[in-house]
């Protein structure tokens, strides 16, 4: 683990430039199922092992796969997440049910192929037995939460990077948070359908708020709006209904939610998605270019 120290982080926390985003789904979400739906939807998303259990590792890589504890697991992401960024990333995953934390893990080293040099300099949870109690302001609610510009030492060096911080509350339970995120994307609530997935939309978070990313995105989704006659108000109704309905809460959530839409869905995504993650990867190019990282 290479996280000992969180808390003093936290106290250098520059509020003016902080900012949080909010997570996936409304926590209301999380108590939707009875257990009985619950086991429903499970059996349309995910294969038991042959102990009967739900995802035990059949749908992440073998590095996290054989991992058994959350530090273990937390390890192995900070090992291959430093690997993938060329910096290093800091990791605390404590809280979470293990088998959530290896899906959150899988889902963010997918995430993030492709675009090494983000802004993403560390990964923790928050809230009952997490890293740190709270994380910024606004966190008491959803799966997680990514934070934009935490100042913070790294190797004794003031840098300036992004939090993902996941809820410990909401990853508890693997069986129920992966059936509320089914119900969730079946309605057409969100993109992220499998417990991977709400990791994919943080890591957009981290490449929206890359540059002028997020702004250029909603100017591009205000652009296809008003050429397909739904211009003005009407922009929100038309993302919501080709991406979906978070995707319509706020111009963080929609480029977050078309950054998922492109990962998850990949040639059949939507096309605002992929014209939102090709600025993305300028936006990352031109930062890099710059000599930022
Ligand atoms: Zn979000």
């Known amino acids: 683990m290479t996280s000992p120290t969180l808390l003093p982080i936290f106290d250098r926390w520059d509020d003016d430039e902080a900012m949080a985003t909010e997570g996936t789904a409304p926590a209301a979400l999380l108590d939707l199922a009875t257990s009985r739906e619950r086991l429903a939807v499970l059996d349309r998303t995910y294969h038991r092992d042959s102990h009967g259990?739900?995802?035990s590792g059949g749908s992440v890589r073998p590095s996290l796969a054989n991992a058994k504890t959350v530090e273990e697991i937390g390890a192995v992401l900070a090992t291959e997440a430093s690997a993938a960024q060329g910096h290093d990333?800091?990791?605390?995953?404590?809280?979470?049910h293990p088998q959530v934390a290896r899906e959150y893990s899988e889902g963010l080293l997918q995430a993030m192929e492709g675009y090494s040099g983000s802004n993403l300099g560390?990964?923790?949870?928050?809230?009952e037995g997490g890293a740190t109690p709270r994380v910024a302001r606004t966190s008491d609610e959803g799966l997680a939460v990514t934070i934009h510009g935490a100042?913070?030492?790294?190797?004794?060096?003031?840098?300036?990077?992004?939090?993902?911080?996941?809820?410990?509350?909401?990853?508890?339970d693997p069986e129920k948070l992966a059936a509320s995120l089914h119900a969730s994307a079946e309605r057409g609530d969100s993109i992220a359908g499998r417990i991977e997935h709400v990791a994919i939309h943080e890591f957009g978070h981290v490449l929206a708020g890359t540059g002028n990313a997020s702004t250029r995105i909603m100017q591009?989704?205000?652009?296809?709006?008003?050429?397909?006659?739904?211009?003005?108000?009407?922009?929100?109704?038309?993302i919501a209904k080709r991406v979906s309905r978070y995707a319509a809460e706020s111009v963080d959530e929609e480029a977050a939610e078309l950054f998922t839409d492109f990962k998850v869905h990949g040639v059949d995504a939507d096309m605002l998605s992929g014209m939102a993650v090709d600025i993305m990867h300028d936006e990352l190019h031109q930062q890099r270019k710059a000599g930022g990282s």
Do not use: C, P, Q
């Not at 560390?122 to 809230?127: A, D, E, K």
């Open 53 to 55: 259990r739900f995802g």
């Open 89 to 96: 990333v800091k990791v605390n995953l404590a809280g979470l």
């Open 122 to 127: 560390m990964v923790l949870t928050h809230g």
């Open 151 to 172: 100042n913070f030492d790294d190797a004794g060096n003031r840098v300036h990077r992004d939090v993902i911080a996941f809820r410990t509350e909401a990853g508890a």
């Open 220 to 238: 591009m989704v205000g652009r296809a709006a008003e050429r397909a006659g739904a211009a003005g108000s009407k922009v929100g109704s038309f």
